[in-house]
């Protein structure tokens, strides 16, 4: 699997977004798939996950109830949708895939970094006051 994310960019507080991570490989449908973000003073952290049916999602305390987490696995494509943005989600976020079988039974997805193999290029949003 490869991925590709994109739809970055700088958006005001309060306002939405929403990033993209295309998908490339026939396993993509098997991978449980993740959105995690990293600033300068910050190690990467997890902001959202989706299994491989998109039927189970997992969110970051701080941003359950602002983002939502989907995927198209006919595109090999996964979104993030953001909204009511705040200062503090300003980061350069990564999409990810996790290839472990026993997620892919199970349909569920972590929410650990350790987890995932394959990491896209990351793509920056700023938010502005």
């Known amino acids: 699997v490869q991925l590709q994310a994109s739809g970055g960019g700088e958006v005001p507080a309060g306002g939405s977004l929403e990033l993209s991570c295309a998908g490339s490989g026939r396993t993509f449908i098997l991978n449980a798939m993740a959105w995690f973000r990293q600033t300068e003073t910050q190690e990467r952290e997890f902001v959202a996950a989706i299994s491989w049916s998109g039927a189970n999602t997992y969110y970051s305390p701080s941003v359950k109830g602002r983002f939502t987490i989907s995927r198209d696995n006919a595109k090999k494509m996964m979104n993030l949708h953001m909204s009511d943005l705040k200062l503090e989600d300003t980061a350069v976020y990564y999409c990810?895939?996790?290839?472990?079988?026993?997620?892919?039974?199970?349909?569920?997805?972590?929410?650990?970094?350790?987890?995932?193999?394959?990491w896209g290029q990351g793509t920056l949003v700023t938010v502005s006051s």
């Open positions: 990810a895939a996790d290839p472990l079988l026993s997620r892919y039974y199970d349909d569920v997805a972590s929410d650990s970094r350790d987890s995932y193999e394959t």
